[in-house]
């Protein structure tokens, strides 16, 4: 299982930026893809997540109205598309799929980092 973040940057309070997520060695399409994120000196926190089925999404409330998450099964892509990005967002967000799957609980990749700065 190989979960490969992109997209990461710097940008201005108020832009936007998409992170990507590229997945292999599993069957995507039937699997729950989540988003994290790891701000400095903080514990790791869920951002958001999509089912396999359309609609299927869910957010931390700091992120609601702001983030959209969405997925591409035929690409084995998770998107995470971030608007209004505010100082706070600034982290190193993390792609998340949960099993049991392959004698593991879960998997991560390794991680992209965004900043959030004027």
């Known amino acids: 299982v190989q979960l490969t973040e992109s997209g990461g940057g710097i940008v201005q309070p108020g832009g936007s930026l998409r992170l990507s997520c590229t997945a292999s060695?599993?069957?995507?399409?039937?699997?729950?893809m989540r988003w994290y994120r790891q701000a400095p000196g903080k514990e790791r926190e869920f951002v958001a997540l999509h089912k396999w089925t359309v609609g299927s999404t869910d957010y931390a409330d700091s992120v609601k109205g702001r983030f959209t998450i969405s997925r591409d099964n035929v690409r084995s892509t998770v998107y995470l598309q971030m608007n209004s990005l505010e100082p706070e967002d600034t982290a190193v967000y993390y792609c998340?799929?949960?099993?049991?799957?392959?004698?593991?609980?879960?998997?991560w990749g390794q991680g992209t980092q965004v900043t959030v700065s004027s």
């Open positions: 060695g599993f069957t995507f399409s039937e699997y729950v």
């Open positions: 998340n799929v949960q099993g049991p799957l392959f004698g593991r609980s879960e998997y």
